[in-house]
Nanobody, 126 residues
Framework: QVQLVESGGGLVQAGGSLRLSCAAS????????MGWFRQAPGKEREFVTA????????YYTHSVKGRFTISRDNAKNTLYLQMNSLKPEDTAVYYC???????????????????WGQGTQVTVSS
C-alpha cells in the first residue's frame, strides 16, 4: 500500500504562484510513476501532468504547459507541482496519484493509477 498526502493549496490572486507537495509513504515509493490531476466544481477530473519514477520524463496537458512544473525528490518521497502565472480557470481540487511502474513511462489516464491522495483545494481569484 501507498499513502499519498497533498498539501500547499490555498487562495491566490491571478498571476500568482503556489507549490503543491505530495508526501508518499509505504512500499518502495521511489519506484512509482506519479501524476497530478484536478477537478473543478461541476466538471470531471482531468489530467494535469505526470512524471516517471526517476523524474527524467514529464508530460503536461496543453493548458498548463510553460506555467506548471512537476518534479520529485525520491530521497524525500515527495512529489511537487510548482504552479506559476495562475489563472481563475486553474481553480480546482488537485490530486496526486501513483502507480508502481518503473522504466521511462509516465501515465496520463486516471485509470492507470492505483493510489490517490485526498486532494488539496486551489482557488485563483480574478
Amino acid at each position: 500500500q501507498v499513502q499519498l498526502v497533498e498539501s500547499g493549496g490555498g487562495l491566490v490572486q491571478a498571476g500568482g504562484s503556489l507549490r503543491l507537495s505530495c508526501a508518499a509513504s509505504g512500499r518502495t515509493v521511489s519506484v512509482l510513476a506519479m501524476g497530478w490531476f484536478r477537478q473543478a466544481p461541476g466538471k470531471e477530473r482531468e489530467f494535469v501532468t505526470a512524471i516517471n519514477w526517476s523524474g527524467e520524463a514529464t508530460y503536461y496537458t496543453h493548458s498548463v504547459k510553460g506555467r506548471f512544473t512537476i518534479s520529485r525528490d525520491n530521497a524525500k518521497n515527495t512529489l511537487y507541482l510548482q504552479m506559476n502565472s495562475l489563472k481563475p480557470e486553474d481553480t480546482a481540487v488537485y490530486y496526486c496519484a501513483a502507480v508502481y511502474r518503473g522504466g521511462g513511462a509516465y501515465y496520463t489516464a486516471d485509470d492507470d493509477y492505483d493510489y490517490w491522495g485526498q486532494g488539496t483545494q486551489v482557488t485563483v481569484s480574478s
